[in-house]
Structure formats: C-alpha cells, structure tokens
C-alpha cells in the first residue's frame, strides 16, 4: 500500500491563483519531507523540502506546511503561473537514502 | 557530459523477451536507484544499490534483476517481460541521503 496518499490527483489554476496539493502519511518515523517537480519528458526534480521539527518552509512562490500531529503536510505554490504547469509528487524518508513517493498531482495553470 | 543518463529513451518489446534498461552517473555516487512511474501509483522503488556488488530489493521487485558491478552502472533487466511492466522507468542517484536525489529523463518501456 502507498505510505504517502496526495491529494489531488489533478488541479486547474487561474495564473495568478493559489494552487495547493495536500499529503498524509502513517509512518510517524518518517523525517524528511520533500516536493518534487516533474516536466513531461523529464525526471523528477527536488523542489523544496521540510524536516517535521519545523512547521513551515518557504522559498520563493513555494512553501511546505507541514503538521506533525495530523501526519499532513501541503505544498502551497502562489501566484501561480503557467510555467508551472507540471505534475508535483510529495515524498517520505526516515533514516535512510529511501524515498516513498505520493501518486502526484497535475496542476494546470491557465493563462 | 556529467549527470545520470538513461538509455534508451524509448523501447517496445514482446512479451517474454529480456529487456535491460542501462543507467550511467559520472558522480560516483554510491547509492542508485530504480523507480518506475505509473499513472496513479507515482514512482515505485523496484531495486536500489549502496555501493558496488551491495543491491537491495525495493517495494516492487518481482519480474527485475539488477546488478551493479561498477559504481557508475546500475542496469535493470527484465527477465521476461509482461504486459504489466509497460510503464516508464526512472533511475537516480544520490551522495547526501534522500536530499541529494538526481534522477535520468527516464525510458518508455512499452511491452506488446
């Protein structure tokens, strides 16, 4: 079964708008959180990520809101725009060079 | 060129051929890894290596052999190749634990 569960699979966003894409894990041992970007025809790339002692991570248009006690984290991308356009998969590790993935999320961003 | 290749880009085969999919890294990173990605299942870890002749199976290895005799090398072999396994496969590799991932542009693997 998938250790991390996203949600939505797919979101449409006006440029300019707030896209947001949520997650939820079971292992209370996992401890680093990362969001990863994916362009068609390209390999996942590291976006942002987070380590469960702190509650919030922001660079740029990007930020994580992670909560330990509901075992939820969320990626926030604002204002929008249609270069990001592309599927957004959150993942899990705990202690090791390991990665659970969420089944990703496909934001559309329209102009 | 330095960075994670993968070859080929695209591949059909019948069912019950052998298939290898080939990873190279110029880092010498000692971890690599091979996911595949399908559509409602994200990516999947099938095998991962630590370092040279160290591999070590992942949550979906049934069906894959792999084998990693030089650090820069780490090839997926499908032994028998099912309609199942029509999926794209993504090989990466790290130095700095699961911050420190890199992954190829992936190979479309399509089993008729």
């Known amino acids: 079964q998938q250790q991390v569960k996203q949600s939505p699979q797919s979101l449409i966003v006006q440029k300019g708008g707030i896209s947001i894409i949520n997650c939820a894990y079971e292992n209370t041992a996992f401890d680093y959180f990362p969001w990863y970007q994916q362009f068609p025809g390209k390999g996942p790339a590291l976006l942002i990520a987070i380590r469960p002692d702190v509650s919030e991570k922001k660079e740029g248009r990007f930020t994580i809101s992670f909560n330990k006690s509901a075992k939820q984290f969320s990626l926030h991308i604002m204002d929008s725009q249609p270069g990001d356009s592309a599927t957004y998969f959150c993942?899990?590790?705990?202690?090791?060079?390991?990665?659970?993935f969420g089944a990703g999320t496909t934001v559309t961003v329209r102009a | 060129d330095a960075g994670i290749t993968q070859s080929p880009r695209y591949k059909i085969t019948e069912t019950g051929r052998q298939v290898t999919l080939m990873c190279h890294q110029t880092w010498s990173h000692s971890y690599m890894f091979w996911y595949r990605q399908d559509l409602g299942h994200g990516l999947r870890l099938i095998y991962y290596s630590a370092a040279a002749d160290i591999t070590d199976k992942g949550e979906v290895p049934d069906g894959y052999v792999v084998s990693r005799s030089k650090t820069e090398n780490f090839p997926l072999t499908l032994e028998s190749a099912t309609r199942s396994q029509t999926s794209v496969y993504f090989c990466a590799s790290s130095e700095a634990g699961p911050r420190g991932y890199t992954f190829g542009s992936g190979t479309r693997l399509t089993v008729v």
């Open positions: 993942a899990a590790s705990f202690n090791d060079y390991k990665l659970s």
